[in-house]
């Protein structure tokens, strides 16, 4: 294991087990309860049990998070649930609660506590205060800039972590209720309905000061810090953590493949600038929306909006994941986006691309030969012409690649 | 129960300070939301101005303290714990930490805006701070519950549009910039957004570190005051934030004798989340 801990998200456990195979030391997912996120959750607790087996058959840990600020009437069953998930082996629950931090801290002294950004903690005071709590672990707002993160790393008062790729909130996490007002969805747990992301026009008194053709938005663009994963490294970060247990297998197969790639490019002392571009060029490859490096080297100015709904420079080249390989070298991929026969495709894996190959036939699961495929989630039958395994993805070759 | 009132006028001081009420002074430098006074030397002399009419001041630092600042704010907190106040109202526990620090012996009162939404976080916290301010995003009943368990050791939000959000970002500039429009919106009172799909105006406040979004509504729990009186609430806290000295002072004075008299008619007035739970999920919202 590196000395720097790479931080994935997982929404189920087929993903959990994807990021601890495509390179992650630990995966963070949430429970059915507690958590935010939670209705979206597919996460029992025998899942959670069997990716803690997994996750320590290869020596990386699992956490859970506990990260809603829950109600009264949120709070049944909290201990309980407590010492369930710390008698699968969880290594560390996220809170945002500090009674749940405290009573975790009570019944279960062996699981560690890690703080949530929800509590936008933002200096080395502010953790002094948290640590008279027994918590193990700081998870930093995002509105830190490397040299804020360098000072507080410095005091070393507790291990901190930080986000280094995905969503980004428009504001201080945890202190906004803009999804509260507008659809009763409290985002405090788990219901946020990106508020900030609608569109608005802007008043001052009585004119509208907004352009109607380009409407006010808060919405900003995700996070990307390949380029300052070595400054973070130094500044004395524990761990790096990637946003999104929302989003795909294949996205997180994507992102923490080149972030575990190129955190062992520079520990090994191999870190280029020209494997820094193709490693950018394959991040775009899962993106969803243009990215920025949030707040580490500037504070978000107009760039760092998502103004226009169309996002430049976002490519849909995934295709599907592979679920059944055959003796004779047919796969069966479950689809996501549209291919056609003659299409020059790739197969990603832990180790890596393939090399790349044209689509010369598919069938459908009935045995109809089709030129193209074009219904998501149907299963369909395609010749790769080496070696693959299931679990891996195949994707259009992008053109940088 | 004390009424709370955040303002930065001096008519409104001078208005309002009774037996019952006490003034929370947002200080300019480390903190968001004081659209008037932007300096020290402004704050303290309004301070002293404020002082003259009644002793009940208190002092809201409100914002998240930057790294950076931090011996800069430690400076400034111990001038701010020499002069005669009350307490002293902090959003970040780096504030509780200097406090403690340079042994302070007013009231701490930890008021985190979103995040005290429960009992036992309630009771955890009053083992380190004097007082705490609910979340505005309870209903009454969950709000009532707690403050009657933690007997006048609890404040709650009771009047004026509500902070929805707070941003680092300098949302309004940057958007201004992104469509080439120069126009002045630093530390006004009368921006308002409207979402498209909506009638309401909220307000946004843009100031130099921080941008805040309010609710459309003024929450004004006439009706329920009654059982906020009874349940053991220390205070209520009214904030003057968009409305004006006229507005403000008939408002709070209608929730101090409990009448609607002499209520402004122009007014949006709401009960807030007292009676809105914010639960639901999306499939639940369609």
């Known amino acids: ?401 | 129960m004390r009424f709370m009132i955040h303002t930065e006028s001096m008519d409104v001081i001078r208005a309002l300070a009774s037996g019952d009420t006490s003034m929370i002074l947002t200080e300019p430098s480390y903190s968001s939301r004081h659209p008037k006074i932007q300096d020290q030397k402004v704050f303290l002399d309004f301070f002293h101005e404020a002082l003259e009419i009644t002793p009940e001041i208190y002092i809201e630092i409100n914002g998240y303290q930057e790294e950076s600042n931090l011996e800069a704010l430690r400076a400034w907190v111990m001038t701010l714990s020499k002069l005669p106040v009350r307490g002293i109202y902090f959003a970040d526990p780096a504030i509780l930490m200097i406090l403690n620090d340079i042994g302070y012996e007013g009231k701490r009162i930890y008021a985190p805006e979103t995040i005290l939404t429960n009992l036992p976080d309630v009771k955890t916290l009053l083992g380190v701070v004097d007082r705490i301010v609910l979340a505005r995003e309870l209903t009454l009943e969950e709000s009532l519950s707690i403050t009657s368990q933690c007997p006048d050791n609890v404040e709650i939000f009771g009047l004026g549009h509500w902070l929805m959000s707070v941003s680092k970002r300098p949302q309004i500039r940057n958007y201004l910039k992104a469509i080439d429009r120069e126009t002045d919106v630093l530390n006004r009172t009368d921006l308002r957004l409207r979402e498209m799909k909506r009638l309401m105006f909220y307000p946004i406040l843009e100031e130099k570190d921080t941008t805040s979004m309010f609710s459309s509504d003024i929450l004004f729990p006439l009706e329920e005051i009654d059982r906020i009186e009874t349940a053991s609430c220390y205070g209520i806290h009214c904030d003057q934030l968009f409305i004006s000295d006229e507005d403000f002072i008939r408002l709070v004075r209608a929730l101090r004798t409990h009448s609607q008299v002499d209520l402004p008619s122009a007014l949006s007035l709401s009960t807030g989340y007292f009676y809105r739970k914010t639960n639901l999920t999306k499939e639940e919202n369609r």
């Open chain 1, 1 to 401: 294991m590196s000395r720097i801990e790479l931080l994935a998200p997982a929404g189920d456990l087929e993903r959990a087990k994807i990021a601890f195979d495509y390179g992650a030391d630990a995966v963070y997912v949430g429970g059915k309860r507690f958590s935010l996120r939670s209705r979206a959750s597919n996460f029992e607790l025998e899942d959670i049990r069997e990716a803690v087996h997994y996750g320590h058959t290869l020596k990386r840990k699992l956490y859970v998070t506990v990260n809603m600020l829950p109600h009264d009437d949120d709070l049944s069953g909290l201990e309980e649930y407590l010492s369930r998930l710390a008698s699968l082996g969880v290594d560390a629950i996220i809170v945002a609660s500090i009674s749940i931090a405290v009573i975790s801290k009570r019944l279960c002294p062996q699981m560690e506590v890690h703080l949530s950004t929800q509590l936008s903690i933002t200096n080395h005071e502010t953790m002094r205060f948290y640590k008279n709590f027994g918590v193990d672990r700081i998870v930093l707002a995002r509105e830190l800039d490397i040299e804020s993160i360098r000072q507080v790393g410095k005091s070393k008062i507790l291990p901190i972590e930080v986000f280094i790729h995905g969503g980004m909130c428009a504001n201080y996490s945890g202190r906004c209720t803009l999804s509260n007002e507008m659809t009763l969805r409290d985002a405090n747990r788990g219901g946020c309905a990106q508020s900030c992301r609608w569109l608005y026009e802007l008043y001052r008194g009585k004119d509208l000061i907004s352009d109607p053709t380009i409407p006010f938005t808060m919405s900003s663009k995700d996070l990307l810090v390949l380029e300052q994963i070595k400054d973070l490294m130094d500044a004395g970060v524990v761990s790096l953590k990637i946003e999104g247990r929302m989003k795909s297998a294949y996205y997180i197969a994507v992102i923490v493949r080149v972030y575990r790639t190129w955190i062992d490019a520079i520990e090994s002392g191999n870190a280029t600038d020209h494997l820094a571009q193709e490693l950018k060029r394959e991040l775009a490859q899962a993106q969803g929306r243009e990215t920025f490096d949030g707040f580490l080297s500037h504070r978000p100015d107009h760039r760092d909006h998502l103004y226009q709904t169309k996002s430049d420079g976002v490519v849909q080249n995934y295709i599907g994941s592979i679920q059944v390989v055959e003796p004779n070298g047919s796969v069966l991929v479950e689809m996501r986006n549209n291919v056609k026969v003659g299409e020059t495709l790739e197969v990603l894996t832990p180790e890596g691309l393939s090399q790349a190959f044209v689509l010369e036939s598919m069938v459908s699961q009935e045995g109809i030969a089709l030129s193209v495929a074009n219904i998501p989630l149907a299963k369909i039958w395609m010749k790769v012409p080496f070696a693959v395994k299931p679990k891996t993805f195949i994707r259009k070759k992008g053109e940088s690649l």
